[in-house]
């Protein structure tokens, strides 16, 4: 039995979600107040942080080594490709996205106007808002130089990078903050993602308190 | 030709030096003053960040993705096992390094003594000295914890985990904040990575304004 501790709007354990559910391998998922951590789960976890996945005896942390690790052992469907430098461009956009578009846009949207208010820490800085709505014009207008020349992020296949950037924009459009007129290319890369039935579980969550725009699991946006 | 975009007390750059020089590859060094990017280094780099590696009219960035890039492309000597569960463990390791350690401590104490005053951002702020003083004694414990369990970071063989780790180490004790004296085990390990050839380039580095304490270059510290 693999069991995910996870947060629902946290894009790291939505990497994992997709890539779970792309393998089509089945998965508990338990809701985790990270921000609360308990002593059986800092024990479980010495970062104290999610998602944490349960499975053979073993807990896993950290995302990306997280599904490098299932696409390993599971290789059906493959979310790396062989080729060395296209496995180099999936780690190269995996990174871009988990590290400099969560630290310039995810942590300045998602986190002042959700995590905040769910973990008790006041009121969203309207600064890093600003800052947050003005770096997301700059990251969908580099997606949509990228996959003008390509149909994926990485490539010509769909890889972890593709899954990982939707991990990241599936978490500002629970909320309104993705601007899809912005570029029909990168609208079009979405619609496509969002239509898997790997990306179901996803457009099922609801965090209380946070209802869910119409359009978030619309497929036909 | 191979040409590596860097600053001297990086970890991320120095980990890829470290991949580098294991794997024989001749660089050419090119210091980078990233803090005042000029539009040719934003040409080379959107991220805006060091390290760039340039080979073969190819540009890469992110270190991780640098270096297993280079691993899978001049496989010897390995810094990945073909193990999927000792190549998770690298990879945890890495992350565990490049994320929390330098959340916690890289950024709590090299950013702040020397990265502030070169890029002239004022003084270091005390509160987060005194933070990462504190978070590194718990980073060394879990090391040394790992250590009493296996022979290197990740197993029983060298890896990348612990290029990542000493990359990270070696900048703190540029700055004299590692306590060496905390924990033999973890000393022991860093005696061993520090006297290999490839370490070599990274003891001799020079930041001006920072002369490195004695012990730095020292191999028997």
């Not at 069991?3 to 779970?20: E, G, I, M």
């Not at 207008?141 to 950037?165: C, K, N, P």
């Amino acid at each position: 039995m693999i069991r995910l501790y996870h947060f629902p709007l946290s894009p790291f354990c939505r990497k994992v979600r997709l890539t779970l559910a792309e393998k089509k391998l089945e998965v508990e998922l338990v809701e985790e107040r990270y921000w609360e951590p308990s002593p059986d789960f800092l024990r479980r976890n010495p970062a104290g942080k999610v998602p944490i996945l349960k499975m053979e005896q073993k807990t896993l942390s950290e995302s990306q080594a997280i599904c490098e690790y299932l696409d390993e052992t599971f290789p059906t469907p493959a979310l790396m490709p062989r080729d060395p430098e296209v496995r180099y461009e999936v780690r190269r956009i995996c990174s871009w996205f988990d590290d400099k578009f969560h630290a310039e846009v995810t942590s300045k949207l998602l986190y002042e106007r959700v995590n905040k208010k769910v973990m008790k820490l006041g009121y969203p800085d309207s600064k890093n808002v600003k800052f947050g709505a003005g770096r997301i014009k700059f990251h969908l207008d580099y997606m949509a130089w990228i996959l003008d020349q390509r149909r994926w992020l990485a490539g010509d296949i769909m890889t972890l990078a593709d899954f990982t950037a939707a991990a990241h924009l599936s978490c500002l459009d629970y909320i309104s903050d993705v601007d899809w007129n912005r570029s029909a290319t990168v609208k079009d890369w979405y619609a496509k993602i969002k239509s898997r039935p790997s990306f179901r579980t996803l457009l099922a969550d609801q965090v209380p308190g946070f209802p869910p725009p119409a359009h978030y699991a619309d497929l036909d946006f």
